[in-house]
């Protein structure tokens, strides 16, 4: 079955501290693997894909994530974290097999930026 | 300009009534989506439509009917609403076909059923 893996529930970093938030899928056909983030009481805001070429994207606020095929994994990172990066985020695919452009989401990870 | 805009954004209602949420995209887009995210947060796909015409149903209850006036529309209409039905209500659209593109969300319909 195709499916997201967030592997953390919650992250607590402090303020200018380096961050990963894990991602696996498991998919048996080729997948598109976005990251969102949501802010408090607000809707989901794109910050990066990954839909083929370098495996390494790079996106807005200075977030970054690596696709590795082999470990069926894509961890976002960012090197230095903000209290405004404190959101909800959220790992989703599509699957190369749907043209429907159906996201499947994670878990989500809460990311809470201290002081 | 709110690309992907839903309305009303709160909606508190008693159970058993029937209420609509709606929503609209100014991005030109063919495709459009509604989600449901609960109350852990969990973010599942409900409906989709492309052009007007429903294109994924998943096993929602009978009670929600989604309505596509035109590619620019989504609502969602539910009926007898139910205790469980509480929950955050997204709206989505993205750009024909699908494969890999990127979806744009509204902000989301808190509705909360007492």
């Known amino acids: 079955a195709q499916s997201v893996t967030q592997l953390d529930s919650q992250v607590p970093v402090f303020e200018e501290a380096p961050v990963e938030l894990r991602c696996n899928y498991s998919?048996?056909?080729?997948?598109?693997l976005f990251w969102y983030v949501q802010y408090p009481n607000q809707g989901l805001q794109l910050l990066l894909k990954?839909?083929?070429?370098?495996?390494l994207v790079k996106g807005i606020n200075g977030f970054e994530a690596e696709f590795n095929k082999s470990q069926t994994s894509f961890h976002l990172r960012k090197p230095s974290v903000h209290i405004s990066d404190t959101a909800e985020y959220f790992c989703?695919?599509?699957?190369?097999?749907?043209?429907?452009?159906?996201?499947?989401f994670g878990q989500g990870t809460t990311l809470q930026v201290k002081p | 300009d709110t690309a992907v805009s839903q309305t009303p954004k709160y909606l508190v209602t008693q159970m058993g009534n029937d209420k609509s949420i709606k929503c609209e995209q100014n991005l030109g887009h063919d495709t459009m989506y509604w989600y449901k995210q609960d109350s852990k947060k969990f973010l599942k796909i409900m409906f989709s439509?492309?052009?007007?015409?429903?294109?994924i149903n998943e096993t929602v209850p009978n009670r929600f009917s989604p309505k596509s006036p035109d590619k620019a529309h989504l609502n969602l209409h539910i009926n007898s609403l139910e205790l469980g039905d509480s929950a955050v209500y997204f709206c989505?659209?993205?750009?024909?076909?699908?494969?890999?593109?990127?979806?744009?969300f509204g902000q989301g319909t808190r509705l909360t059923v007492v």
């Open positions: 989703a695919v599509t699957f190369g097999s749907s043209n429907t452009g159906k996201l499947i």
């Open positions: 990954y839909l083929s070429g370098s495996t």
């Open positions: 998919s048996s056909v080729s997948v598109y």
């Open positions: 989505a659209s993205s750009q024909a076909g699908g494969i890999g593109t990127e979806a744009f």
């Open positions: 439509y492309n052009n007007k015409e429903l294109i």
